[in-house]
């Protein structure tokens, strides 16, 4: 029987925006997954810029993926009542699903800086770690040895594996970040460009980063 294979991507996704529908929908494809959990992640006071809550950032990431069946916003994080870590997270979904292919989708910047998460070594024990690279961008010679020593190039063998294995795949550059979508949001400028439509209806129905009514088709 076909392992089950499955992505995961946290992030805070204040709002989300179509750069991370492009990461999941090319990691989707690029591994053949089953499907990719986005994970809202709970947002300490100190780093809202703006008040929105976990429930409508889980709102809007539900409106976002509507219409794309393979992609599962799941609220795990926002229902927990105490800090979580990632290893927390994959832990409980390894529980769960304890014989499928587990890949948690980080940026390269992420890896970079992957020793100082809590309990890195056992996050490879929990799941294999799929690091989306800008086109063109080399990977960084710096790396531990240890994690060096798992890295793959192989697509088609990722999802045999349960855990353990770093495959770096390149994706199309996300064009924006959350940060500049909430500044353009602030300064009445522009996003159709950054945002799905429902989406900003969402914003702009619940007065949300700064926004009142407007026009239809105007910020």
Not at 19 to 39: F, S
Not at 40 to 69: C, D, F, W, Y
Not at 101 to 128: K, P, T, V, Y
Request: glycine residues 6%; proline residues 5%.
């Amino acid at each position: 029987m076909k392992r089950q294979c499955i992505g995961l991507l946290g992030g805070t996704f204040n709002p989300i925006h179509n750069g991370h529908l492009q990461m999941a929908n090319e990691v989707c494809q690029q591994l053949n997954l089953d499907h990719v959990r986005l994970i809202p992640n709970r947002l300490p006071p100190h780093k809202s810029e703006v008040e929105v809550s976990g429930i409508q950032r889980l709102q809007m990431a539900r409106i976002a993926t509507k219409a794309l069946p393979h992609l599962v916003v799941d609220d795990c994080e926002l229902n927990r009542h105490q800090p979580s870590y990632t290893v927390d997270t994959l832990a409980e979904f390894r529980d769960s699903h304890p014989n499928a292919s587990i890949n948690f989708i980080i940026g390269m910047d992420s890896l970079m800086s992957f020793e100082r998460w809590h309990q890195h070594r056992r996050i490879l024990a929990l799941a294999n770690l799929v690091v989306c690279q800008r086109q063109g961008l080399a990977l960084p010679t710096s790396l531990p040895q240890h994690l060096l020593d798992r890295l793959t190039e192989d697509k088609s063998q990722i999802c045999h594996r349960a855990n353990g294995a770093i495959l770096v795949t390149q994706i199309t550059p996300m064009a924006v970040s959350s940060t500049e979508v909430r500044q353009r949001l602030l300064n009445k400028e522009e996003v159709s460009d950054c945002i799905p439509a429902a989406v900003m209806d969402f914003i702009r129905s619940n007065r949300l980063y700064g926004l009142g009514e407007a026009p239809t088709g105007k910020v």
